[in-house]
């Protein structure tokens, strides 16, 4: 049923109308756009990755680092993704009435994320394994194993992230903002494996080949099931193949088992609220519209911290980055991040960087399907509905122009800018996050996703979710593109450009938001 509700199977077999089957086929449009960018870019990265460890000669790495990193892709994706699908899900109630066993429904929710990450796996390893093929003239049997191994590489690391993310769900529990404590438990141990990742880079001696492979070797290496992963593909090896399949299920199905047995105590944990026993009648404060809507919406964001995580991650990184570069020097952070020339990289177009974290970090694109069955209470509120839609961008403009002011405030003291390099430095991200704002706004009013069980369908799954990162991508990655593949081209002139551009936009978007966006808000249901 998941799987069904998913993928929208019975939305494409069983619609009769036109506009939904529209809706439907644009979905499937832009995921196979999304698929075949995604692959694309995987293809030049094992491309790039093949060249240098042919001078190496250390090409059989390939697959096995690729496999290492698709490993850690599924980790890092699933702490934060198991809370809202295993723990503390919508319909929890519903399905622990139902007649089936607590270790069903815990399974097939497991099962769902490796069906998720599976995708994302493909993406990662496939395109390295054609490579390799290609420059060593593998067998047939070399696919099919990997084709198999691909369906239960996900397990193990979706099986440690779930139970590490059942741990800070515990810890914050005991914390009277568990929702503010799980956020930041969670971005702390997620910056901090990023920290210990870039250690590990700059510990590497690029003067010394040999060393090079050695300590990749050693990093990749760690993690157990790679050595029964090489035997497989690499030497052919069926009982290490089986291996990997049995250690994977067995994983599994203890994990399975022990988490049954405590199962409703642990959601009953997670769910847990600490309130005070010496209530007091406190005075009645009073707000204007405006201002109510934007504390309930605020308060909604940080009550999921999905929806942080999802949406604000970027500029908590782009945040670390600038405070990095200003410690360590643009030299270093380059070399850490393998990008030469970071400096001058940097300084020709720090403005688009910065505005591509921006349009990533979109919280109003699913910002009306958030609201689910509650949407009647706000349709029925004496609120002008223009102030409606602008509580909601303003939750993504708070998230956004704090950090950006700090960011470009940093960034332009360690650049040897001119007036008019700050200027566009400070307004080109500022333009794009009103622009991002009211887009996905929009979006979400054209293709609304208001029946879910879990947050996860809206916030991540969502057709506007994926739209509006689309327009953005777009809406950003053409500048760049122009910058990046025309030297002699005028670095400022398209970047004044680029704004016009965007403010013009900005002004057709508000003019449709409050006369189409108005009707399409009163019709939704």
Not at 362 to 372: D, H, L, M, R, Y
Not at 406 to 411: E, P
Not at 447 to 464: D, G, L, R, Y
Not at 514 to 519: F, T, V
Request: glycine content about 4%; overall charge positive; proline content about 3%.
């Amino acid at each position: 049923i998941q799987i069904l509700d998913m993928f929208r199977i019975n939305k494409a077999f069983y619609i009769k109308n036109n506009r939904e089957k529209i809706k439907q086929l644009l979905f499937v449009v832009l995921f196979l756009l999304l698929f075949i960018s995604v692959t694309a870019t995987s293809f030049m990265y094992s491309y790039g990755l093949s060249q240098t460890l042919t001078l190496l000669n250390a090409l059989y790495l390939l697959p096995i680092i690729m496999m290492t990193a698709s490993t850690a892709a599924v980790f890092f994706t699933t702490i934060y993704k198991s809370n809202g699908i295993l723990f503390g899900f919508k319909d929890y109630d519903f399905l622990m009435s139902l007649p089936v066993k607590t270790s069903a429904i815990i399974g097939s929710r497991i099962l769902m994320l490796n069906v998720i990450n599976v995708f994302a796996t493909f993406i990662i390893l496939i395109p390295a394994c054609i490579i390799y093929s290609m420059k060593v003239n593998t067998n047939t049997m070399f696919f099919i194993m990997n084709i198999i191994l691909c369906l239960f590489i996900p397990m193990i690391p979706i099986i440690i992230a779930t139970f590490l993310s059942f741990a800070i769900n515990i810890i914050s529990s005991n914390f009277k903002h568990t929702n503010i404590v799980n956020i930041i438990l969670s971005l702390c141990f997620i910056l901090g494996l990023m920290a210990v990742s870039f250690n590990l880079n700059s510990m590497q001696n690029i003067d010394n080949l040999i060393n090079v492979k050695n300590t990749i070797e050693v990093m990749i290496y760690k993690y157990p099931m790679t050595t029964l992963y090489a035997d497989s593909i690499l030497k052919g090896n069926i009982i290490s193949l089986l291996l990997f399949m049995l250690i994977s299920i067995f994983v599994f199905i203890v994990f399975v088992i022990l988490i049954s047995y405590n199962f409703k105590k642990m959601n009953s944990n997670v769910q847990a609220k600490i309130v005070k026993s010496n209530y007091k009648i406190g005075e009645l404060k009073v707000s204007s519209h405006f201002k109510a809507l934007y504390k309930k919406d605020l308060k909604r964001y940080f009550s999921s911290p999905l929806y942080v995580l999802n949406t604000g991650f970027g500029v908590v990184f782009l945040t670390f980055g600038t405070l990095g570069s200003l410690l360590m020097g643009f030299d270093k952070m380059g070399a850490m991040l393998e990008i030469p020339l970071f400096a001058d990289f940097i300084n020709n177009l720090a403005p688009l960087i910065i505005s591509f974290v921006v349009i990533m970090s979109c919280t109003s694109s699913c910002s009306i399907s958030i609201e689910g069955n509650n949407l009647w209470i706000l349709k029925t509120l004496p609120v002008n509905i223009k102030t409606i839609f602008l509580s909601k961008a303003a939750v993504n403009l708070t998230l956004l122009v704090p950090p950006i002011i700090f960011n470009c405030t940093l960034i332009a003291s360690m650049l040897k800018l001119n007036l008019i390099n700050i200027i566009f430095l400070y307004l080109t991200p500022l333009n794009y996050t009103l622009f991002i704002s009211i887009t996905g706004i929009i979006v979400n009013l054209k293709f609304p996703k208001m029946k879910w069980t879990t947050e996860q369908a809206v916030i991540k799954q969502s057709v506007s979710v994926l739209i509006a990162m689309a327009i953005g991508f777009l809406s950003v990655g053409l500048p760049i593109f122009l910058l990046t593949k025309i030297p002699d081209i005028n670095k400022m002139l398209i970047i004044f450009i680029t704004n016009i551009i965007v403010i013009l936009l900005n002004l057709i978007i508000i003019k449709i938001l409050n006369s189409w966006g108005i009707k399409k808000f009163l019709n939704l249901e």
